[in-house]
């Protein structure tokens, strides 16, 4: 099984925006804060799993966070996130990669460099962004994160689960989405190769961007979101990436059965 955790919620903005007063950013239902989009992955052994496979399981891979958005350490804090053991990169807009500092804490914890994986465009764009990591000065007072990069070409496999990459179009920019499983996660994106359909194909849980009802040249709109759920057959669909513009009650009650709004500290548990 495994146990996904909605980090972020929000728009780059994030909701409430800064000096906003529409409704809401003024809501006062919790579901209406949104931090930047992150979700964690936790790998959770079967009870019935042999003994073996369990202390295998528990000595390898088990938490796998998508993207170090702004907001890390306070969703760190506000989901109890005490370990990480893997990262997943699905672009660098500042949204998504900004929290990338508050991972330092975790390599004391965990007393270890954390893997990385992004494609390679997505990688030397980190590098880029973040020299002072990458080529570390030679003084370091606060310390630097401690990440060890691995380029994805194609599928691979974290704590016994395969991780299939799903190249997806954000605008014209080329991003990552991630299916494990029957789950996928498809953060920031407006177009869907039919390559990548195919590689879908028998998602039953599904979190996807939908920004807001109205079109966008970089983000699935609510409609265009529903379409690609109601494609794909899934189970269930939750839209992340929400801006201002939709509220979490009124707008999930006017969704189809099975697709509503994701929101901060959502947890969804997928059978593999
Ligand atoms: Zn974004
Ligand atoms: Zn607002
Ligand atoms: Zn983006």
């Known amino acids: 099984m495994i146990r996904v955790t909605v980090l972020g919620s929000g728009t780059s903005h994030g909701v409430p925006a800064i000096g906003c007063d529409c409704d809401v950013c003024r809501s006062t239902d919790p579901r209406d804060k949104r931090t930047r989009p992150s979700i964690l992955i936790e790998i959770v052994p079967a009870p019935e799993a042999p003994a073996h496979m369990t202390t295998r399981l528990a000595s390898a891979v088990r938490a796998i966070l998508i993207d170090t958005s702004t907001d890390l350490r306070t969703q760190a804090l506000a989901n109890n996130v005490r370990r990480i053991d893997a990262i997943l990169f699905t672009h660098t807009h500042a949204d998504h990669v900004f929290g990338i500092d508050d991972v330092r804490r975790f390599n004391q914890m965990q007393k270890a460099a954390i893997p990385c994986f992004a494609d390679p465009g997505t990688l030397a764009s980190l590098h880029r962004m973040f020299t002072y990591i990458f080529e570390p000065p030679k003084q370091v007072g606060g ?7 691995f380029p994805i070409a194609g599928a691979f496999s974290l704590g016994g689960v395969e991780i299939v990459p799903i190249p997806l179009f954000h605008g014209v920019l080329p991003v990552l989405g991630f299916r494990l499983g ?12 039919d390559q990548s359909f195919a590689l879908l194909d028998g998602v039953k849980t599904l979190i996807i961007d939908a920004l807001r009802r109205r079109p966008h040249p970089t ?3 609510v409609g265009e979101a529903a379409a690609v759920a ?5 189970e269930r669909a939750y ?11 009124a707008t999930t009650a006017a969704l189809p059965a099975g697709v509503e709004l994701a929101y901060d500290g959502l947890v969804i548990e997928v059978a593999e």
């Open 230 to 234: 109601a494609r794909l057959g899934v």
């Open 143 to 149: 310390g630097l994160p401690q990440l060890s990069n």
């Open 182 to 193: 029957s789950f996928a996660y498809l953060t920031d994106c407006n177009r869907i190769p």
């Open 239 to 249: 839209f992340t990436h929400i801006s201002h513009d939709l509220g979490h009650a």
């Open 219 to 221: 983000h699935f709109s």
